[in-house]
């Protein structure tokens, strides 16, 4: 009867161990990057993440952003449609690397992936300015130089290059864009900025383009 019970004894105790073992585990965590869309192409665009459309409420009009989406860590497949029934076919795909928490914008310029670049966004704020970087999405513009304000000045900047965030003044602040080279603006305009928030100034459009083509500047709210 003593080997019996002993026996019994070592397989309930076998069974508990691997009870607390099972219950134990670490469930696995979701990592995730934050990403946006800042469509700086002509088309309204449907957005995808491994084949799951993301921008679920419309179609991400010219100039528009889809503002920061969470997204899994690491290499995933984010592709580009046009909006619409009639244009259902895929322009292009690109694949990125995200890493963990990280914010990150990628900028389309037209419709293929040769006209699409990403950018690792470094947030921070400063309640007593507001902040503003410029991106150069035109592709056919060549180097840029923008000021915004009396203080800020953005010079040579290439097609695919990202500025790091500059304090500017909140309120309104002229912003100016000069291609290379010129003394008169090629844009003159006046934009609105608010202290505490930071904002990307992208140019976008083509020269050479027409209505939603035109050259022209956008602005992306990041925080």
């Known amino acids: 009867m003593n080997i019996r019970y002993s026996v019994f004894l070592f397989i309930a105790a076998l069974a508990g ?6 219950n134990d585990e670490v469930i696995a965590k979701t990592v995730i990057s934050n ?5 700086a192409s002509a088309d309204t665009l449907n957005f995808f993440v491994n084949g799951t459309r993301n921008n679920n409420n419309s179609g991400l009009y010219p100039g528009s952003q889809s503002y920061y989406l969470k997204v899994p860590t690491g290499s995933q497949n984010y592709s580009f449609k046009k ?4 244009t259902p076919n895929q322009l292009f795909s690109l694949n990125l690397n995200l890493k963990d928490s990280t914010y990150n914008t990628i900028y389309v310029t037209g419709e293929a992936s040769s006209g ?3 950018t690792v966004d470094n947030l921070y704020t400063d309640t007593a300015f507001a902040q503003v970087r410029f991106v150069n999405a035109s592709p056919d513009a060549g180097s840029l130089n923008v000021t915004v304000g009396k203080t800020v000045n953005f010079a040579a900047s290439a097609f695919k290059s990202s500025s790091a965030f500059l304090k500017v003044t909140g309120g309104q602040n002229e912003v100016k864009i000069y291609l290379a080279g010129a003394s008169t603006p090629k844009i003159d305009t006046i934009i609105t900025m608010t202290k505490g928030r930071g904002y990307t100034l992208f140019s976008k459009g083509l020269l050479t383009g027409k209505g939603t083509a035109a050259f022209n500047v956008g602005m992306a709210l990041n925080f």
Not at 35 to 39: A, E
């Open 83 to 86: 909006a619409g029934p009639s």
């Open 116 to 118: 699409a670049f990403s």
């Open 17 to 22: 161990l691997a009870s607390c073992k099972n």
């Open 35 to 39: 990403i946006n869309v800042v469509n």
